[in-house]
């Protein structure tokens, strides 16, 4: 894989390198949480999703999801990293009002999950492999509200327990773009695993942003940690901010000290949490309450066997094996949905067409990227409630390919399928869309235009071969746009030339 | 080892117990007491041993992903201290 | 009807069987024997109200099973829905749980009747009843020639006091490293800790998660198994249950010692032991011997080191457990004036836990704090394997090893002031506790002041069984009928 050339901050001594490590925190796809049987759903009324277990009730105890497991398993094997068949969950403890445990349920000596990568690429082509160096499941806290009271806060613990992968880069990231990229790869990956549904405005994904920076062969410098950023520009600009923070401060005659910050995306800038306690010890060890977490290999070939063709190895096959252009390629494949949704189309249409999927692929790829994704803009929809399904756009394509409707005619007819969500076929038939190819109507046609433009006939007879497009569609015109192109094509020359 | 009286307060510091100045003294003298005697137990050759991680032999088992619980907001709040808007309510965190 | 109080446990159920006494009689005659002994502050709350309804439904045919109209006391450690539940802690004072601990949960299916709630050591702190928040315990034992008042015991003191004086047929205890065994020798009853992972922890409060266990204490050894059956059990809410079944002990009770072989652990003759527990233990022996048992001398090598490893791993374990008891969903807030989330914490936890739980959660926090993890925990814990290997090798030479409970009788309140002291009580309950082995104390005699002594017995891992068997002969051969 290529560098990506060095993203540097300039400073008045010189320039910096900036070294960045993430760590992801992504909420696991499961209906209860982690260690209790509370529903995960977001939204719900305060309290209204916490057990007795989450609450910390005196003598409550926990006992593991076993989904959530198999989640972060599956996920582990699509960032092609080792599975620790042996692993125990060890408490971190702290106390915080959003804690009522007073400690976290996470791995720390021991995690599922151990060493893998994840391979990005930016908006010029460069590409990278980023260290992923282990994934570990772990409770979330709850959520403490500070505006809805001058002197008091409240907490809900709605989402405390619920299960988090925390993901835990290398440091390996050298620019914002890279911190984007990464993190946009990672969502891709999650959402394709089904492991994470990666809402990141629900919280479902967010990252602490670890950040120093460093003179060129200088070892690494002093990190700070952004907490909880939860957007992919957020993460750019606490990156790009800290950077310049930190050699700001540095070249002023100041240290990087090693601390927590918040971003503020108000300002886009990062700052010192103001609550700060005493430096954190978290005083881990092995949660009692809980047995070591043992599997074997025929539960991780299960859970190999579930997963989906990554988003890598569709892109992949979508150049080499389906012919698309790196661009169709990156645009079908981005989302899983997507990606489905245009491969039961494809499937369809060569079905429907009786060729074989390479042969449509081109076709059905640039209706789905131009048409329907312009359409589905404009409606405001996700392609999951597309108002046309992949059928009923294999048999327009279908309908297109058997010279049934002509360009012109395709478009019209899927507006219509848009707008009443009926069938290709029964718009054509209903509003009498087929194109016309007899011959006697074509004719009609022709000599009518011809009757109307002398002139013009003419012109063309004495040489202005030029005007043979204004007849073609002044025909298509007398027709509505349902005469078959090539008809009209051979009978102009033939009743021209006369 | 042995703790001082700035190790108590951090201890208690981050056991969240606030200590008296005059209950220092006891403290890290009871401590150091207690821990002395604990010390011990760096004289036992424990080379090449794991330590003990589940007191009787097994793996954990594993729950099914269904919901089971919650909806029970009364019951979890029922004996807070102080709690508005089903909100339990605490002293103004600064984050 | 103070003779209802006098019944085993065992009689009372036959009795009630018969018609010869309804549930409802012998729960009054329990209220008053209770109302009776307030002196003795074994409960921190009675529930007369709940323990009558009970009773009738038990005489109206509504509630039956194999412990139908027993009357029992419940440590306060067990969460009992509806009833205030503090495990002898200021901290919890008022609170009430709207759930059931599963152990309590068992003993209700069974048909039990709750006189009430148990005093304690705070959050189960404790070898004397010393460190409730609701005043000590005195044991309704008085040495001979003197008129002090005696500790019962701890953690489960007021289980022991009560038990002993007839205040309750059974009661529960929980043991982390003694808390059922050494109380119950004090007062001269039995009471067993089963296997690691019999009886559910869930809704029992938490002091040490990998040592806690729950247990019965009653007169008999066959009233400790009758109540061993119902409190035990897997349970899907607990990751570290067990899901073996558990046998019917009662009707499994033989007594039987022939072709027994009998451990010995060198080790726990320790340097300047009591002789009288010295005489006891070899007095043990002796009658085990003389019903059929075949006597071995073991080694446990690393049986000194068992009481510094607890005094590690509990803390530790207990420093974690009880930090849930900050002030914000439930419990004793106090709030400094101006003072922001982490002060209430602070004020909260200073004036909730008592002296002894906070030394421990101190121990706890510092022996896990960053620099020092693995020279003390890690350390503890390795010596826990080997502690529990010492077990394993011994148990291929027998079948029960048989030791003294405590290292002395009951002794005054106030004796044990400095904690390494009081620590010392549990040297020969600790090391089955780290190896989570069925042990049980079950009384042999009286000191020369006539207080009362216990052995114990340990046993394989699940092997409650064998271990009450032996409990029986003891029980038997010994003969000790002494009541205070
Ligand atoms: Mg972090
Ligand atoms: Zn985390």
Same mark, same amino acid.
């Given at each position: 894989m290529s560098e990506a050339p060095n993203y540097i901050v300039k400073g008045a001594t010189g320039d910096w390198e900036i070294v960045v490590g993430l760590e992801v925190h992504a909420q696991v796809t499961a209906k209860a949480k982690l260690f209790s049987g509370a529903s995960t759903e977001f939204g719900a009324e305060p309290n209204a999703q916490v057990s007795l277990v989450d609450a910390a009730m005196p003598g409550m105890l926990p006992v593991i999801n076993g989904e959530c497991v198999r989640q972060a398993v599956r996920t582990g094997l699509a960032i092609d990293a080792q599975i620790n068949k042996w692993s125990r969950f060890d408490r971190k403890n702290y106390f915080y009002p959003d804690l009522p445990q007073g400690y976290q349920i996470s791995q720390l000596y021991h995690p599922i999950v151990g060493e893998g990568h994840l391979d990005i690429e930016l908006d010029d082509g460069t590409k990278k492999r980023i260290g992923i160096e282990r994934i570990h499941l772990e409770q979330d806290a709850g959520k403490s509200v500070h505006d809805l009271h001058p002197s008091m806060s409240y907490v809900d613990l709605n989402r405390c327990g619920c299960a988090l992968m925390e993901i835990v880069s290398r440091p390996d990231i050298r620019s914002p773009a890279e911190a984007g990229a990464y993190v946009a790869g990672l969502r891709q990956l999650l959402r394709y695993v089904g492991s994470c549904d990666g809402n990141m405005d629900e919280g479902s994904m967010r990252a602490d942003v670890n950040v120093s920076v460093r003179k060129a062969g200088q070892p690494f410098g002093t990190r700070t940690e952004t907490k909880n950023v939860n957007s992919v520009r957020f993460i750019m600009q606490a990156v790009e901010h800290e950077a310049r923070r930190q050699v700001d401060l540095i070249e002023s005659g100041g240290t990087v000290i090693q601390e927590t910050r918040l971003f503020d995306p108000g300002s886009s800038t990062t700052r010192a949490m103001r609550g700060k306690e005493d430096a954190h010890d978290y005083r881990y060890f092995p949660d009692p309450d809980l047995l070591p977490l043992v599997f074997d290999d025929a539960f991780i070939a299960q859970c190999r066997g579930s997963l989906p063709e990554l988003p890598a190895a569709k892109r992949a096959r979508y150049e080499s094996t389906l012919g698309l252009s790196p661009y169709l390629a990156a645009v079908l494949s981005a989302e899983k949905e997507t990606a489905d949704w245009f491969e039961t189309a494809l499937a369809a249409t060569a079905a429907k067409v009786g060729q074989p999927v390479t042969e449509v692929a081109l076709r059905v790829a640039n209706f789905i990227s131009s048409d329907l994704f312009g359409a589905l803009k404009k409606l405001g929809k996700e392609i999951g409630d597309s108002p046309v399904s992949p059928d009923a756009l294999a048999e327009l394509l279908a309908l297109a390919a058997d010279g049934t409707l002509s360009g012109p005619l395709v478009k019209q007819v899927f507006e219509a399928m848009l707008e009443t969500g009926e069938g290709a076929a029964s718009i054509v038939e209903q509003r009498g869309l087929k194109q016309v190819s007899d011959t006697g109507a074509i004719d009609a046609a022709i000599q009518t235009v011809m009757d109307a433009n002398p002139n013009k006939v003419a012109e063309y007879r004495s040489g202005k071969d030029k005007l043979f497009g204004f007849f073609v569609g002044q025909v298509m015109r007398a027709m509505a746009g349902k005469a078959a192109p090539g008809v009209v094509n051979d009978r102009l020359k033939a009743l021209l030339e006369v | 080892m042995s703790v001082d009286s700035q190790t108590v307060r951090k201890i208690a510091r981050l056991a969240r117990i606030a200590v008296t100045d005059d209950e220092v003294p006891g403290l890290v003298e009871?401590?150091?007491?207690?821990?002395?005697?604990?010390e011990q137990l760096g004289e036992v050759d424990t080379k090449g041993v794991e330590p003990m991680a589940s007191v009787m032999p097994g793996n954990m088992r594993w729950r099914e992903d269904v919901v089971t619980d919650g909806g029970i907001q009364d019951k979890v709040l029922a004996n807070a201290p102080d709690a508005a808007s089903g909100f339990f309510a605490v002293p103004k965190v600064i984050e | 009807m103070s003779a209802l109080t006098d019944l085993s446990l065992a009689e009372m159920k036959?009795?009630?069987?018969?018609?010869? !006494?309804?549930?409802?009689?012998?729960?009054?005659?329990?209220?008053?024997?209770?109302?009776?002994?307030?002196?003795l502050n074994a409960f921190i709350v009675e529930t007369p109200e709940l323990a009558l309804t009970q009773a009738k439904a038990v005489d109206d045919g509504t509630r039956s099973g194999p412990l139908a109209g027993i009357p029992l006391g419940i440590k306060d450690l067990f969460a009992?829905?509806?009833?205030?539940?503090?495990?002898?802690?200021?901290?919890?004072?008022?609170?009430?749980?709207?759930?059931? +601990?599963?152990?309590?949960?068992?003993?209700?299916?069974?048909?039990?009747?709750?006189?009430?709630?148990?005093?304690?050591?705070? !959050?189960?702190?404790?070898? +004397?009843?010393?460190?409730?928040?609701?005043?000590?315990?005195?044991?309704?034992?008085?040495?001979?020639?003197?008129?002090?008042e005696l500790v019962p015991g701890g953690s489960s003191g007021g289980s022991a006091a009560a038990v002993s004086a007839r205040l309750c047929a059974g009661a529960t205890g929980t043991d982390t490293g003694g808390s059922i065994r050494q109380p119950a020798a004090f007062v001269g009853i039995a009471g067993i800790k089963p296997t690691y992972g019999r009886a559910s922890r869930w809704g029992t409060i938490a002091f040490a998660s990998s040592l806690d266990q729950a247990g019965p204490m009653a007169r008999t050894v066959t009233?400790?198994?009758?109540?061993?059956?119902?409190?035990?059990?897997?349970?899907?809410?607990? +990751?570290?249950?067990?899901?073996?079944?558990?046998?019917?002990?009662?009707?499994?009770?033989?007594?039987?010692?022939?072709?027994?072989?009998?451990?010995?652990? @060198?080790?726990?003759?320790?340097?300047?032991?009591?002789?009288?527990?010295? #005489?006891?233990?070899?007095?043990?022996?002796?009658?085990?011997?003389?019903?059929?048992?075949?006597?071995?001398? &073991?080694?446990?090598?690393?049986?000194?080191?068992?009481?510094?490893?607890?005094?590690?791993?509990?803390?530790?374990?207990a420093s974690s457990n009880l930090a849930r008891y900050d002030g914000v969903r439930y419990g004793n807030r106090v709030t400094p004036a101006g003072g922001n989330v982490h002060d209430m914490y602070a004020a909260t936890r200073a004036a909730g836990f008592g002296k002894e739980v906070k030394r421990r959660i101190m121990i706890g926090t510092y022996v896990l704090?960053?620099?020092?993890?693995?020279?003390?925990?890690?350390?503890?814990q390795k010596v826990r394997a080997l502690i529990a290997r010492d077990f394993e090798a011994a148990f291929e030479k027998c079948d029960v090893l048989l030791t003294p409970t @405590?290292? +002395?009788?009951?002794? @005054?309140?106030?004796?044990?002031?400095?904690?390494?002291?009081?620590?010392?009580?549990?040297?020969?309950?600790?090391?089955?506790?780290? #190896?989570?082995?069925?042990?049980?104390?079950?009384?042999?005699?009286?000191?020369?002041?006539?207080?009362?002594?216990?052995?114990?017995?340990?046993?394989?891992?699940?092997?409650?069984?064998? &271990?009450?068997?032996?409990?029986?002969?003891?029980?038997?051969?010994a003969g000790f009928s002494t009541r205070p």
């Amino acid at each position: 894989m290529s560098e990506a050339p060095n993203y540097i901050v300039k400073g008045a001594t010189g320039d910096w390198e900036i070294v960045v490590g993430l760590e992801v925190h992504a909420q696991v796809t499961a209906k209860a949480k982690l260690f209790s049987g509370a529903s995960t759903e977001f939204g719900a009324e305060p309290n209204a999703q916490v057990s007795l277990v989450d609450a910390a009730m005196p003598g409550m105890l926990p006992v593991i999801n076993g989904e959530c497991v198999r989640q972060a398993v599956r996920t582990g094997l699509a960032i092609d990293a080792q599975i620790n068949k042996w692993s125990r969950f060890d408490r971190k403890n702290y106390f915080y009002p959003d804690l009522p445990q007073g400690y976290q349920i996470s791995q720390l000596y021991h995690p599922i999950v151990g060493e893998g990568h994840l391979d990005i690429e930016l908006d010029d082509g460069t590409k990278k492999r980023i260290g992923i160096e282990r994934i570990h499941l772990e409770q979330d806290a709850g959520k403490s509200v500070h505006d809805l009271h001058p002197s008091m806060s409240y907490v809900d613990l709605n989402r405390c327990g619920c299960a988090l992968m925390e993901i835990v880069s290398r440091p390996d990231i050298r620019s914002p773009a890279e911190a984007g990229a990464y993190v946009a790869g990672l969502r891709q990956l999650l959402r394709y695993v089904g492991s994470c549904d990666g809402n990141m405005d629900e919280g479902s994904m967010r990252a602490d942003v670890n950040v120093s920076v460093r003179k060129a062969g200088q070892p690494f410098g002093t990190r700070t940690e952004t907490k909880n950023v939860n957007s992919v520009r957020f993460i750019m600009q606490a990156v790009e901010h800290e950077a310049r923070r930190q050699v700001d401060l540095i070249e002023s005659g100041g240290t990087v000290i090693q601390e927590t910050r918040l971003f503020d995306p108000g300002s886009s800038t990062t700052r010192a949490m103001r609550g700060k306690e005493d430096a954190h010890d978290y005083r881990y060890f092995p949660d009692p309450d809980l047995l070591p977490l043992v599997f074997d290999d025929a539960f991780i070939a299960q859970c190999r066997g579930s997963l989906p063709e990554l988003p890598a190895a569709k892109r992949a096959r979508y150049e080499s094996t389906l012919g698309l252009s790196p661009y169709l390629a990156a645009v079908l494949s981005a989302e899983k949905e997507t990606a489905d949704w245009f491969e039961t189309a494809l499937a369809a249409t060569a079905a429907k067409v009786g060729q074989p999927v390479t042969e449509v692929a081109l076709r059905v790829a640039n209706f789905i990227s131009s048409d329907l994704f312009g359409a589905l803009k404009k409606l405001g929809k996700e392609i999951g409630d597309s108002p046309v399904s992949p059928d009923a756009l294999a048999e327009l394509l279908a309908l297109a390919a058997d010279g049934t409707l002509s360009g012109p005619l395709v478009k019209q007819v899927f507006e219509a399928m848009l707008e009443t969500g009926e069938g290709a076929a029964s718009i054509v038939e209903q509003r009498g869309l087929k194109q016309v190819s007899d011959t006697g109507a074509i004719d009609a046609a022709i000599q009518t235009v011809m009757d109307a433009n002398p002139n013009k006939v003419a012109e063309y007879r004495s040489g202005k071969d030029k005007l043979f497009g204004f007849f073609v569609g002044q025909v298509m015109r007398a027709m509505a746009g349902k005469a078959a192109p090539g008809v009209v094509n051979d009978r102009l020359k033939a009743l021209l030339e006369v | 080892m042995s703790v001082d009286s700035q190790t108590v307060r951090k201890i208690a510091r981050l056991a969240r117990i606030a200590v008296t100045d005059d209950e220092v003294p006891g403290l890290v003298e009871q401590l150091n007491g207690i821990l002395g005697w604990v010390e011990q137990l760096g004289e036992v050759d424990t080379k090449g041993v794991e330590p003990m991680a589940s007191v009787m032999p097994g793996n954990m088992r594993w729950r099914e992903d269904v919901v089971t619980d919650g909806g029970i907001q009364d019951k979890v709040l029922a004996n807070a201290p102080d709690a508005a808007s089903g909100f339990f309510a605490v002293p103004k965190v600064i984050e | 009807m103070s003779a209802l109080t006098d019944l085993s446990l065992a009689e009372m159920k036959a009795g009630l069987d018969a018609r010869q !006494f309804s549930a409802v009689e012998l729960a009054q005659a329990h209220l008053d024997a209770m109302a009776a002994n307030r002196h003795l502050n074994a409960f921190i709350v009675e529930t007369p109200e709940l323990a009558l309804t009970q009773a009738k439904a038990v005489d109206d045919g509504t509630r039956s099973g194999p412990l139908a109209g027993i009357p029992l006391g419940i440590k306060d450690l067990f969460a009992v829905e509806g009833v205030q539940t503090t495990a002898g802690s200021n901290i919890l004072k008022g609170f009430v749980p709207r759930y059931e +601990s599963s152990v309590t949960a068992n003993l209700l299916r069974d048909g039990a009747v709750f006189l009430g709630k148990l005093n304690m050591d705070e !959050f189960a702190m404790g070898s +004397s009843n010393e460190t409730s928040a609701f005043g000590r315990v005195i044991s309704p034992w008085k040495a001979k020639g003197s008129d002090a008042e005696l500790v019962p015991g701890g953690s489960s003191g007021g289980s022991a006091a009560a038990v002993s004086a007839r205040l309750c047929a059974g009661a529960t205890g929980t043991d982390t490293g003694g808390s059922i065994r050494q109380p119950a020798a004090f007062v001269g009853i039995a009471g067993i800790k089963p296997t690691y992972g019999r009886a559910s922890r869930w809704g029992t409060i938490a002091f040490a998660s990998s040592l806690d266990q729950a247990g019965p204490m009653a007169r008999t050894v066959t009233d400790c198994a009758l109540m061993l059956t119902s409190m035990c059990g897997f349970d899907a809410k607990d +990751s570290t249950s067990l899901d073996i079944p558990v046998p019917d002990y009662a009707a499994g009770l033989t007594g039987g010692m022939k072709g027994k072989r009998v451990g010995i652990p @060198a080790e726990y003759r320790l340097d300047g032991m009591d002789p009288e527990i010295a #005489a006891l233990w070899d007095q043990g022996i002796a009658l085990l011997k003389a019903e059929g048992a075949e006597i071995v001398s &073991v080694s446990l090598p690393h049986t000194k080191y068992a009481l510094p490893t607890y005094y590690i791993v509990a803390p530790a374990e207990a420093s974690s457990n009880l930090a849930r008891y900050d002030g914000v969903r439930y419990g004793n807030r106090v709030t400094p004036a101006g003072g922001n989330v982490h002060d209430m914490y602070a004020a909260t936890r200073a004036a909730g836990f008592g002296k002894e739980v906070k030394r421990r959660i101190m121990i706890g926090t510092y022996v896990l704090s960053a620099g020092f993890y693995d020279a003390y925990y890690t350390q503890a814990q390795k010596v826990r394997a080997l502690i529990a290997r010492d077990f394993e090798a011994a148990f291929e030479k027998c079948d029960v090893l048989l030791t003294p409970t @405590a290292p +002395s009788p009951a002794f @005054a309140f106030g004796a044990k002031a400095d904690p390494l002291a009081m620590y010392l009580n549990d040297v020969f309950t600790v090391p089955a506790s780290l #190896a989570g082995l069925p042990a049980m104390s079950v009384p042999a005699g009286l000191s020369a002041s006539g207080l009362p002594l216990g052995l114990q017995i340990i046993g394989r891992p699940l092997d409650e069984m064998g &271990v009450l068997d032996a409990g029986l002969a003891i029980e038997r051969a010994a003969g000790f009928s002494t009541r205070p």
